[in-house]
């Protein structure tokens, strides 16, 4: 069976610092990977998504990058992270094909301060 | 473009009583959709999902839902609600343009339960 991991599963971060936060897929092989972000009493917010290894679509200008390293592997990246930057970010994936459901990992809380 | 309506972010519910959760799309062609839960603190976790075969479609947990075309909706409900059903509910519907595989997503719905 496949399953999805986020770590770490919450990070305090100080202003102007750093961002790694990492998603591996395991029991699958080329699936679509996805970064989402939910701010306080707010929807998701699709960041960026992946069809392959060093593809790399950006659905919103901001301070966030990902790479995809590996097949199964979808690292969300900052140099230096922005108070607003705060939220729970998930990380997803689905089979290749038209369609398909979306699987979520659990979750990542970031706290700026 | 495709969107997703989700109206009510708040819905309250007493314990035993009818659930129903509402969700308008709207597409220019058969579109794919879905409704996620989601517990505190955690991912999404997918309830149940309609892809152009039968318009009622059964999920986990005792949810269904009905796509209405004519009416552009895709309502969940469930029949008695239970405690461990609060949560935020999410109806999402898949982006149609070629090779993008995204989904559009609701704002979300928190759904609470009254003993």
């Known amino acids: 069976s496949q399953t999805i991991h986020q770590w770490p599963a919450t990070l305090v971060q100080p202003v102007g610092s750093p961002l790694s936060l990492e998603c591996t897929v395991e029991?699958?092989?080329?699936?679509?990977l996805y970064w989402y972000r939910q701010a306080a009493g707010r929807g998701l917010q699709l960041l960026f998504y992946s069809v392959g290894i060093g593809q790399i679509s950006s659905e919103v200008p901001q301070n966030l990058s990902a790479s995809r390293p590996q097949d199964r592997q979808f690292i969300l990246s900052s140099k230096k992270l922005l108070l607003s930057d705060s939220g729970f970010y998930l990380c997803?994936?689905?089979?290749?094909?038209?369609?398909?459901?979306?699987?979520f990992g659990p979750g990542t809380r970031l706290t700026v301060l | 473009a495709q969107s997703v309506t989700q109206l009510g972010s708040h819905v309250s519910v007493s314990e035993g009583a009818l659930v129903l959760l509402r969700c308008n799309y709207s597409s220019s062609v058969p579109p794919y959709l879905f409704w996620y839960v989601q517990y505190p603190n955690q991912g999404l976790q997918l309830l149940l999902k309609y892809t152009s075969a039968a318009t009622l479609v059964k999920g986990i947990n005792g949810f269904e839902a009905e796509f209405k075309k004519s009416e552009t909706s895709f309502h969940l409900t469930k029949p008695s609600a239970h405690m461990s059903d609060a949560a935020e509910y999410f109806c999402a519907v898949s982006d149609l343009s070629p090779g993008t595989y995204k989904y559009i997503f609701g704002t979300g719905t928190r759904l609470k339960v009254l003993a």
């Open positions: 997803a994936w689905s089979v290749k094909g038209d369609r398909n459901e979306q699987f």
């Open positions: 029991g699958t092989s080329n699936p679509n």
